[in-house]
């Protein structure tokens, strides 16, 4: 399983006002079991004290190059080699400047150049210096030479102004963290469309029916084939849990809006899944003006949803390939297998629902995959994450 425990990752922190940020990052890092080296350029050690990032980190962090030769271990030869991820958050115009032309001047850029583990830059600056062609001639220049970037995102900036130039959100670098160490692109050129999350079906303009989905099973899945090179598409209802940074979300909140989203782009995609809890039934006629509190009982007439997952496997082209979702209380094998050959998927995911490892809401799940003409797979107390790997691995034995 694609893990962050037991990687080592360079967070390399440059001189933006972003870079008290580091301390959050470097945290965020160190509870994913990171082992985090962190370095500090001169201009960052104004900003930042090597001291909070030490005792995040629980390592020496390194501000220059030179004091080093006594302590091979932190050279930057020696880290260089052993880093999977060199991360620079926040990056700014100047250390993106140096990378694009090989410039090695101080410990950071020059382990920049000795290292051959994936690079990925978070800038954070002024919209004028992230805007100026000097600066995005270099971006392009380490896109070409297979760099990643996450961010920058925009909003109010440290300087007063509102623009591009934020330092993208800490989830956001993580999510691209974990892709950018995932080397193995075996999906890559693949485009992936997710349902995911619940739905909300209005009663009256203020209350809903809805469900426990969290949408933690589609994010993982997201997460998973972005990490894999696939372009990623979600549909999702009103989740718990965001997509993750690089996919194209569409927000809806009822099962209509989810159908009609789907196909209307589902034509773009080479795998649908549909891992949405979607509502069965909608509220017939709900009311336009919310309903007064009395004495009286209150009758909901519920009407079918249309089955989203059953409109794509009819719409879809022949090497298009559909996978479902089954949550049941009973008979979840039995109905599974039904399901998967009626609807004619190329897959399905039974969730037993009920225990400790209900799968609606959880972190966690008992599953069983059902691929046609083979024995169903069981998977005992999976992290959702396990079960979206072996999910996409079962998808490349497919073709
Ligand atoms: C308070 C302050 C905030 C700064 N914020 C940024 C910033 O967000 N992005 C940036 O590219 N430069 C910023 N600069 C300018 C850089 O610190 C300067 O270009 C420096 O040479 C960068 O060195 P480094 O890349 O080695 O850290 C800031 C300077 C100051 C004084």
Known sequence: MLSFA???????VCGSIAAYKACELASRLREQGVRVDCALTASARHLVQPAALEAITGTPVITDMFPLITNPEQGHIAVAQRVHLCLVAPATANI?????????????????LATRAPLLFAPAMNTNMYTHPATQANISVLLERGAAFVGPASGRLACGTEGAGRLADIPDILDAAFCALHQDKDFSGKRILITSGPNHEPIDPVRFIGNRSSGKMGRALALEALCRGAEVGMITGPAQVSPPYGVKAIQVNTADEMYDAVLSCMNEYDVIIGAAAVADYKIERPETSKIKRGTDHILLRLTPNRDIIAAVADAKRPEQRVVGFA?????????AAHKLRQKRLDMIIANTIGGEDCAIGADHADAYILVPGQEPEKLEHAEKSRLAKIIFDRLLALD
Request: with cysteine; charged share 25%; hydrophobic share 50%.
């Open 96 to 112: 993106l400047a140096k990378a694009a032309c090989g410039i090695a001047d101080d410990w950071l850029s020059t382990t920049l």
């Open 327 to 335: 949550a049941e209380s009973e008979d979840l094998l039995l109905k």
């Open 6 to 12: 037991e990687k080592n990752v360079l967070l390399g």
